[in-house]
């Protein structure tokens, strides 16, 4: 485990985050990226699940930036631990892999997202900060084949939950829509001639009416009410 507090910041709140990977080059790269992003501070590093979790509970990040596939103890492990041992604590894998399994794994231990290494630092930040808010994202090519994996009618016995068009709006129902596909805030607000913050606002009123809990589960609900 290795502390790397980054710079106090005036102004908005600081997002605090951990870093979790088992490559030192990409472990530090990453830290030293996020580091000097507005809004957020590197408390430390891990080189693996188990490192990973006794850092969390010692440095109590907001957020945990933690790779799939890791010595001692995996990724996935390692979140579903800090569910239960600190549920504050919102984990985004952020790895390489970008195979259903590991998706689905990931999401199941309790994990707040699920994003692939090729974004972009101002991209990652971004990440950061919405999981620290509790919004749960996936990299967008993943939810897209997450989406298409889904089955086209509910499960036997399962509520599907109300039909769009009696409790949101056209336009909810079009940004739900792109929810599904993996879109992000911007990508929606570009999409839709909106602000981000009115996509923001429409998310916020879409989960409340559908009495959903995250992303993933908006993706569910679309695929279940043929929205996709």
Do not use: W
Not at 22 to 30: A, F, M, N, S, T
Not at 105 to 120: D, H, T
Not at 150 to 175: F, K, N, Q, W
Request: one cysteine or more; proline letters at 6%.
């Amino acid at each position: 485990m290795t502390p790397s507090p980054g710079p106090a910041r005036s102004g908005d709140a600081v997002v605090r985050v951990l870093v979790a990977d088992d490559q030192e080059l990409v472990r530090e790269g990453i830290a030293s990226l996020l580091g000097i992003q507005p809004g957020v501070t590197v408390v430390g590093t891990a080189a693996d699940g188990q490192e990973a979790v006794e850092a969390a509970l010692s440095l109590e990040p907001d957020v945990v930036l933690m790779d799939v596939r890791m010595p001692r103890m995996s990724g996935v492990d390692a979140a579903a631990v800090l569910r239960r041992r600190a549920p504050a604590c919102r984990v985004v894998m952020l790895t390489t892999f970008d195979d259903d399994e590991y998706v689905v794994e990931a999401l199941r231990a309790g994990a707040a997202g699920y994003l692939l290494k090729n974004l972009p630092a101002t991209r990652l930040a971004e990440a950061v900060r919405l999981a620290s808010a509790g919004v749960s994202q996936l990299d967008s090519s993943v939810a897209r084949r997450l989406a298409a994996a889904l089955p086209s009618e509910p499960e036997p016995g399962r509520d599907a939950g109300p039909s769009p068009a009696s409790v949101l709006t056209p336009r909810e129902i079009e940004v739900l829509r792109l929810i599904a596909t993996g879109s992000t805030n911007r990508e929606i607000a570009t999409r839709m001639y909106l602000s981000e913050g009115t996509v923001k606002n429409h998310i916020s009123r879409i989960l409340g009416r559908l009495g959903l809990r995250d992303r993933t589960q908006a993706a569910v609900y679309a695929r279940d009410h043929r929205l996709l």
